[in-house]
C-alpha cells in the first residue's frame, strides 16, 4: 500500500461503514474495526467496538456526503481522516457535522482504530484545507 493509493482507499472505507455494502465480498464493519477501536459520538458518548456494531447493525444507515475528505499520514501506516458530512434527507436536512478517524495500515488491511462525530458550528459553505 503506497501513501498515494491510501487517500482514495480511506475514502471507500469511510463511505462503507456510512452507507454500508451489498457486496458479500467486502469486509464488513467487524473486519473494518480494529478490537480496539472506540468513538465518541456526536452526543458525547463514548462507544466501543461491540456497541458500535450493535448500532450500525440495528440503524438505518446515515445518508449523507462526504464533503472536504481529507488525509494526513501522522505515522508511515497511520491515516488521520478528517471531512464534513453534509446530510441530503428531503424533509428535513441533518445538520452537517465533521467527523475524524484514526486508520492503521496492519497486517496487509487498514483498520479503524477511532472515530469522532461533532455537529459543525455554523453553515459549512466554502471550507479551505486545514490539514497541511
Same mark, same amino acid.
Given at each position: 500500500?503506497? @501513501?498515494?493509493?491510501?487517500? @482514495?482507499?480511506?475514502?471507500?472505507?469511510?463511505?462503507?461503514?456510512?452507507?454500508?455494502?451489498?457486496?458479500?465480498?467486502? +469486509?464488513? +464493519?467487524?473486519?473494518?474495526?480494529?478490537?480496539?477501536?472506540?468513538?465518541?459520538?456526536?452526543?458525547?458518548?463514548?462507544?466501543?467496538?461491540?456497541?458500535?456494531?450493535?448500532?450500525?447493525?440495528?440503524?438505518?444507515?446515515?445518508?449523507?456526503?462526504?464533503?472536504?475528505?481529507?488525509?494526513?499520514?501522522?505515522? +508511515?501506516?497511520?491515516?488521520?481522516?478528517?471531512?464534513?458530512?453534509?446530510?441530503?434527507?428531503?424533509?428535513?436536512?441533518?445538520?452537517?457535522?465533521?467527523?475524524?478517524?484514526?486508520?492503521?495500515?496492519?497486517?496487509?488491511?487498514?483498520?479503524?482504530?477511532?472515530?469522532?462525530?461533532?455537529?459543525?458550528?455554523?453553515?459549512?459553505?466554502?471550507?479551505?484545507?486545514?490539514?497541511?
Amino acid at each position: 500500500m503506497t @501513501h498515494r493509493d491510501a487517500p @482514495h482507499l480511506l475514502r471507500i472505507l469511510e463511505e462503507r461503514l456510512l452507507h454500508g455494502s451489498l457486496d458479500p465480498e467486502e +469486509p464488513g +464493519p467487524a473486519a473494518l474495526l480494529a478490537d480496539d477501536f472506540y468513538e465518541i459520538g456526536s452526543s458525547g458518548r463514548l462507544y466501543d467496538k461491540a456497541e458500535t456494531l450493535n448500532r450500525l447493525n440495528d440503524e438505518a444507515r446515515r445518508d449523507g456526503v462526504i464533503r472536504d475528505f481529507q488525509v494526513r499520514f501522522v505515522a +508511515p501506516e497511520v491515516a488521520l481522516v478528517v471531512y464534513l458530512l453534509m446530510g441530503t434527507e428531503e424533509d428535513e436536512p441533518a445538520a452537517p457535522t465533521w467527523h475524524s478517524s484514526i486508520w492503521q495500515y496492519h497486517h496487509g488491511r487498514w483498520q479503524i482504530r477511532f472515530h469522532q462525530g461533532t455537529p459543525a458550528a455554523g453553515p459549512a459553505v466554502e471550507l479551505a484545507s486545514f490539514l497541511p
